[in-house]
């Protein structure tokens, strides 16, 4: 992968103690919520340690995700739409990959994306919680990509603990840039 430096060459400031908006993709906003978890400079970000990782290379046939597990599975967007009202008013999507039917359920949503994450006949990739819920399978807020996306996060994906309002998808979006950018700044540490 080639590195993408995001920075200019003629910065005077040392590449790990630019602030995190030095980072493509980071503006003034998003640097003020990373800025109060503490990451306020690009080294910061470097040095984010992920609280665990989550296996997502294994796509599971509907059929077989259990209660539990967290999972990635693929399907056809067979129906999506908000269901009822004042409190608990909750958006419900469907996938279906021909061995079954998930659910897809969000409880604070925004309808006007919603309708654009998910179309009715659209294929869709999902990761998340697996439960049951009056006898059907279902992933309270999954991660979706569209399949064959380059949004997709396959593999083994670094999991970092929640920051306010910044979803963790973003987090690690960033983190990689960093890392792209900046990796060839840090100073070996291990003795050679």
Do not use: K
Not at 14 to 21: D, G, H, N, Q, V
Not at 100 to 105: K, Q, T
Not at 111 to 124: I, V
């Amino acid at each position: 992968m080639a590195r993408v430096h995001v920075f200019a060459e003629t910065d005077a400031t040392p590449p790990l103690a630019r602030p995190t908006s030095a980072v493509r993709g980071v503006g003034p906003a998003l640097a003020a919520q990373l800025a109060e978890r503490g990451l306020r400079t690009v080294g910061d970000l470097l040095l984010l340690v992920p609280r665990g990782y989550e296996d997502r290379r294994q796509v599971w046939p509907i059929s077989r995700l259990e209660p539990g597990m967290r999972a990635a599975a693929s399907g056809r967007v067979i129906a999506a739409g908000a269901i009822g009202g004042g409190p608990h008013r909750r958006y419900e999507a469907a996938i279906d990959d021909g061995s079954g039917v998930l659910r897809l359920v969000y409880f604070n949503f925004n309808p006007r994306f919603m309708r654009l994450d998910y179309r009715r006949g659209e294929d869709l990739w999902v990761f998340g919680q697996v439960s049951f819920y009056r006898g059907q399978r279902q992933m309270a807020h999954p991660e979706i990509s569209r399949c064959g996306g380059a949004d997709r996060e396959q593999g083994i994906v670094p999991v970092y603990s929640e920051i306010a309002r910044v979803p963790r998808r973003t987090l690690r979006r960033i983190v990689w840039r960093a890392v792209d950018g900046f990796c060839d700044q840090l100073a070996e540490t291990i003795p050679a």
